[in-house]
């Protein structure tokens, strides 16, 4: 093992041991290396005559560049576009997103985490979640519900095995018990888990109530405190997304600090936020279990994911962080943003309005939802994929088949006036096939 990460884990061994039992083996050996990037740094400060460190082209003091491309960015500075954005992210767009997160989160008041570090969108993240916290056999609680590229991420990359549970309870709202019961086995048998909790949910848009989400947090709390050591991942993508009756923050606030043998990492981003998919704009946050102004945990795990994102991508794209960056600091973004949600939030409204038509009853159930981009139908006479197929070749109507009762509907890309002919469709496709 390389000396810096022996450093680093004897740290946490005296300052936070359960935080280093979390750590895969992969989590363990990982460091942030002194090397290039420490000597680059250390040259911009004090090279003031000649700086031949960084591995870019200059020209006349600025990043070179090709005229073709940088028409399109005319009103940008060179400088913000083409160099290499430092491993962590742009500190500016990091330290706004903090306050974003402490906007919008009223219950991380007065708790410590880290700054956030900007990750290739979502998906990065949560796979840096993998490498750092999953070994093989490691077990993963999640609901029966869940956004299938966690089987890639955590099944096939990391080899951990999922504990899954039914998302919904007998009364339509989370099942509280049964992710208690899969949690409170795994403690018993493992002593870790990673959890994740993925609100609003893909696929089925639903995010719990104020008190469901006490109740989540209770059980983390409960089983934590009975010896088990927990990785609580908020995977936030479809965060601000809010229709109805739900939580409007994410649990991270709650989870942060919350006990020595709880570890939560926020992972959010401006992809579906702020409407920007293909920027790939995501963070990873951390916050242990002590609170108070220690640190060192954090700074540790910081470190880590810094030596992580070194050795996978090196860094995050640069212009992508700019654009960020700027809306941030836009006086017209929360009216803007503002805009876009309640455009979501009618075509929700009108899948609901739509939904309550007779003539659908017996052909599909539909599971809650109040948030988020999706809806699931839960059909009752006919097999998803077997409709999805029919309804692609006779209609020219995509929907998701999630497994062979389950069909997810995306209304986000679909206009409001049009969602009642998609649902029509839907279900005469239902009836061709019954």
Known sequence: MNPLAVELNSTLAARSPHVLEMLSQMGKNLFFPKGILSQSAEAK?????????????????????????????AEYDPSQLYPYAPPAGKPELRQLWREKMLRENPSLKGKHFSLPIVTNALTHGLSMVGDLFVDPGDHLILPDQIWGNYRLTYGVRNQGVFRQFPFFNSADGFNADGFRTVLTATAREKGKAVVILNFPNNPTGYTPT????????????????????IVAVTDDAYFGLFY?????????GRLANLHPRILAVKIDGATKEEFVWGFRTGFI???????????????ILEKKAMGLIRATISNSPHPSQTFVLEALRSPDYPREKEQKLQILKARAME??????????????????????????????????????????????????ANNATDLRIAFSCIAKENIAELFDLIHQGVKDLS
């Open 244 to 252: 109805e009756d739900s939580l409007r923050e994410s649990l991270f």
């Open 45 to 73: 400060a004090k090279a003031h005559r000649f700086n031949a460190t960084i591995g870019i082209a200059t020209e006349g003091d600025k990043p070179m560049y090709l005229p073709c491309i940088h028409k399109h960015f």
């Open 285 to 299: 946050t951390f916050a242990d279990g002590h609170g108070g102004e220690d640190r060192t945990a954090v700074e």
């Open 351 to 400: 899948v609901k309005r739509v939904l309550s038509r007779d003539e659908f009853r017996q052909a599909w159930d539909y599971y809650p939802f109040n948030s988020g981009y999706f809806m699931c139908l839960k059909l009752k006479k006919v097999d998803a994929e077997a409709l999805r197929v029919h309804l692609l070749e006779r209609y020219g109507v995509g929907t998701i």
């Open 210 to 229: 104020v008190a469901e989400g006490e109740a989540i947090v209770t059980v983390i709390r409960e089983v934590a405190e009975a010896g088990c050591n």
